[in-house]
């Protein structure tokens, strides 16, 4: 099975290979046609189907079958067939869908952005910024837990969560001895270790990185900081553990923390183990590749001082 | 007198013994099946008989068994979905209660078409004298030979288990129940892939419900053309109903698919009319997912025919005037139903019961079971009846596995049919509170108002 397939997103057609989802078909296009995802991660075997903020309409199954597909598809685990067409953005019913889902990701959401530390490069955010409605139906109260520490390094604040399962798929697949996973049922579940056991493992502080949201945050930055307030700077050194490759948050003079370094999607291009992430917050353990290069949408870029775009000039005569 | 098929023996004394059951001619079908026809004929006799799934789904059983994938030393699994924890079903129990070889039968038989060494029954954990019911029935017909090593000399190897499940309703869901059975968290699996091709363990599996299985074994002991004749068109053969609510005699019936809804509801033989002398207001026909339909729609159809159990009569007229057979929860509701608090212990069933996976059902069942709880209890307002529809909306169709449908339609649809009963609690908060609305103009056809959106 060599033969590419050919799939129609949005009216623009492309080849790739048999077994790519529709999520990363999309992907290889890029733009605005790429839907969101919360909770699938590329990297992580399993993951995805579980937030349906991707949900797109397969109008054409595939040229053998070309009947459409009854109901919307989470495109991050629905792979592509030739001849298929799907509709993203260009299908009102897809919009409606995932303002939906927006909605309904929001309604147990605290709105505590402004002390927030994942604030500014939260995906939710960026989703509901993007896809959501501006103002909430939901008029009850939200479901509240305790802040909890799993780790002497790691804060779960799990009123924030929206159980996308990354966390828990990294841990399953990236350290060995999960022990945090999901506890109960329906909005009552909660991200947890049995009988609070702490996490202990070299590989555990990616799960902050994956985590979308401000759920499961670093204690090492809490409240140091607005993301937006510090640069963003690649770097790497040599490790034993892992490929040293991070992104270094500078404040000043001062390295205020340390996480891998993620793709336009956010997500993590190599995972880092605990010592490169925790211990080594001096400019003298890395050596310095250059800044990180950040959308300029994002609003990490605002003080950014490389892809800054100048200021319009304005010709003051007209006033 | 209807032709009763799973419950024909029911009323022998000793039926849940191996000796009473042999006595009457139980497990001819496993002496048939292994003796004189090959798997394929077995399957061939259950796509003939047009069974169709008995778990709510309706899909025929013979179909679902041809899709099973075959690969040359991989094994395959038949497994019973007995976690029944709809709202108002509860035929299986009765089935396994009482005559629990009729079960063990049909799995035998079962998993011999299917190429199965190994079956499960996933029992749902709060039915624990059903699952020592079973587990002495296995023991009795392993005793008997007919089940173990060589069963009857045919060098036919079964092994049939019986697996408590935690009691949640999402294990219904067959990938759920799977997930469950090999010990993980309950949660639905992403389809494709099908269990068909990679189900429990990764292997090929077969998950049935307890009524499908318990009546192959008639089908393979009178053929599969003669189960056809039963019922009417591609509804096919017997069903267990279990009538509840405001009737004079609920319990579980077995009737054969076309009679009719008002003789099911009415006539003496089953449900004996209306407890009390009060008046039909509203049905659900199906257990408590399916559509619920006020007394016209549910004994006419629109064109003024009567409407019949069975998996095409009370489907007609689609989500607008219809609803579905499903998993045979036949809930009467007389006039002193309210239908606002009987949608939001419905709802609240749901939310209670999302597994918390996708977050559609997850959100969305909370707050539509909160928004129906302020509405019952006199704080709604007028908007909360579209919100609700709209919730359901954005739920239907958009979940991994059908909890979130079946969590959407009982709302939708009791909007959709009794929306001036929710107006009328809006209005008059104290006297839903005190009273309830009666039956109002629902006996009699009304227009049926389709929503925006």
Known sequence: MSEKVKVTIDNIEIEVDPGTTILNAARMIGGDIVPPAMCYYSKLKGSGGKCRTCLVKVSQGSAKDPRPMPKLVASCRTTVMDGMVVQNITSPEVIEARKGVVEFLLINHPLDCPVCDQAGECHLQDLSFEHGKDQSRYEFKRRTFEMVDIGDKIKLHMNRCILCYRCVFTADQITDNRVHGILGRGDASEIGTYISKAIDNDFSGNVIDVCPVGALTDKTFRFKNRVWFTKPVNAHCDCEKCSGKVTLWYKGEEVIRVTGRKDQYGELEEFICNTCRFDKKKTSDWTIEGPTKVDRRSVVSSNHYDEKELLPVIDRKIF | ?453
Not at chain 2, 314 to 322: I, R
């Open chain 2, 1 to 453: 007198m209807a032709q009763k098929i799973l419950l024909k023996n029911i009323n022998v004394p000793g039926i849940n013994t191996f000796e009473v059951y042999r006595q009457y001619g139980g497990y001819a079908a496993v002496e048939k099946a292994l003796k004189t026809m090959s798997a394929d004929d077995v399957v061939e006799e259950v796509k003939k008989s047009g069974l169709r799934g008995r778990g709510g789904a309706g899909f025929p059983t013979g179909m679902k068994w041809s899709f099973l994938a075959k690969p040359e030393g991989v094994p395959r699994y038949l497994v019973c979905n007995a976690d029944e924890s709809e709202p108002g079903t509860f035929k299986d129990r009765y089935l396994m209660t009482h005559t629990p070889h009729t079960l063990i039968e049909g799995m035998i038989v079962s998993s011999f078409a299917l190429g199965a060494n190994t079956s499960y029954i996933y029992v749902r954990g709060e039915m624990m004298p059903q699952i020592r019911i079973l587990e002495k029935a296995i023991a009795e017909a392993k005793n008997a030979g007919f089940l173990g090593k060589n069963i009857l000399g045919t060098g036919y190897d079964l092994e049939i288990y019986v697996q408590p499940g935690g009691g949640a309703y999402i294990c219904g869901e067959e990938t759920a129940l799977l997930e469950s059975l090999e010990g993980k968290r309950g949660n639905p699996r992403i389809k494709p892939p099908f269990p068909a091709i990679a189900g429990l363990y990764g292997c090929p599996t077969v998950v049935n419900n307890v009524e499908s299985i318990a009546a192959v074994s008639w089908i393979v002991n009178n053929g599969g053309d003669e189960y056809a004749k039963i019922g009417i068109g591609r509804s096919t053969g017997t069903k267990l109903i279990s009538a509840s609510g405001n009737i004079n005699k609920p319990g579980v019936y077995e009737i054969e698919l076309g009679l009719s809804v008002e003789e099911f509801i009415y006539s003496d033989e089953y449900c004996g009319g209306i407890a009390n002398g009060k008046r039909l207001k509203a049905v659900v026909a199906g257990g408590s997912s399916v559509p619920i339909l006020p007394a016209n729609l549910i004994l006419k159809l629109s064109n003024g025919q009567p409407r019949l159990m069975s998996y095409e009569s009370l489907a007609e007229g689609g989500f607008a005037t219809g609803t579905m057979l499903g998993s045979g929860g036949f809930i009467v509701m007389d006039e002193d139903a309210c239908i606002v608090r009987n949608t939001w212990n419905f709802s609240r069933f749901y939310h209670h019961e999302s597994c918390g996976q996708c977050s559609p059902c997850r959100e969305g069942t909370g707050w539509m079971e909160k928004v129906l709880h302020r509405i019952e209890y006199g704080h709604g307002k007028m908007s909360d009846i579209d919100l609700l529809v709209d919730v359901s909306k954005k739920i239907e169709g958009n979940t991994i596995c059908p909890l979130g449908d079946a969590a959407a339609w009982p709302v939708a649809s009791a909007i959709r049919h009794f929306r001036d009963e929710f107006e009328w609690h809006v209005n008059n908060p104290q006297a839903a509170m005190d009273g309830n609305y009666g039956l109002a103009n629902y006996a009699d056809p009304i227009p049926v108002v389709e929503e925006a959106n």
